[in-house]
């Protein structure tokens, strides 16, 4: 079992499921030739795939496109079911920085064929974070930057601004659907920029006020 690390704060919470968002900024559903939803795109990870800031990524082998994605996390702090807006608001106990590590290749091919994403979302290491920053300790503004570099050159760099769905419109619509409960995570869509990386690359991410994270890509 996993637990997730927190800034200020020695509560031991297991890491529950992992929720993400795709194609939630309009400039990155282009970049990849699609458009933007009029719902919230929703995928799963295990909590197992999770793996922390300083750790390694192992690019699997049978991918020859491994993709970074940077992404505002929020860490559901209480059970939820059919959220409205406060409960929504309330249920968001902190935030964090992720990276939704994708095998584009494969993603590629499941799109082309209709079938599910689940092996291009899902492997071990395919999801990098930051320690969890409470709403108690950090006023989010949701006008944070968001960015990424790969060896020191900037990648990926925008505004939580951009999103598309917000963080309250995100946890109304998935726990309409399926319960939200505590150490539950949800990965809220990456900013345009996104692109591939090999071993030996180095990937630092941050958002603005809420945390920063770097990790290697190995064999
Ligand atoms: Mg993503």
């Not at 619509?173 to 180095?202: C, H, N, Q, W």
Request: proline share 4%.
């Amino acid at each position: 079992m996993k637990y997730l690390k927190f800034k200020n704060n020695y509560e031991q919470v297991p890491i529950g499921k992992l929720v993400c968002v795709g194609r939630n900024y309009a400039a990155h559903a282009n970049e990849l030739g699609n458009d933007v939803p009029e719902f919230p795109l929703i995928f799963l990870k295990p909590a197992s795939n999770v793996i922390f800031s300083g750790e390694s990524v192992v690019h699997p082998a049978y991918s020859k496109d491994l993709h970074h994605e940077v992404e505002l996390v929020l860490y559901i702090g209480k059970e939820v079911k059919d959220a409205d807006d406060t409960t929504a608001e309330e249920a968001i106990h902190g935030y964090t920085v992720g990276l939704d590590m994708t095998l584009r290749d494969l993603q590629f091919e499941f799109k082309k064929k209709g079938e599910p994403w689940t092996l291009a979302k899902c492997f071990d290491t395919a999801a990098v974070l930051s320690d969890v920053v409470l709403k108690n300790d950090y006023k989010f503004t949701g006008t944070e930057n968001i960015s990424l570099s790969v060896n020191g050159l900037v990648k990926q760099n925008s505004s939580l601004a951009n999103m598309v769905f917000s963080p309250v419109e995100i946890v109304k619509y998935i726990s309409a659907r399926m319960k939200l409960e505590k150490g539950d995570l949800i990965f809220t869509g990456t900013p345009e920029g996104v692109g591939r990386v090999v071993p030996d690359d180095k990937i630092d991410a941050e958002i603005e006020n809420i945390g920063k994270l770097s990790t290697q890509v190995i064999h």
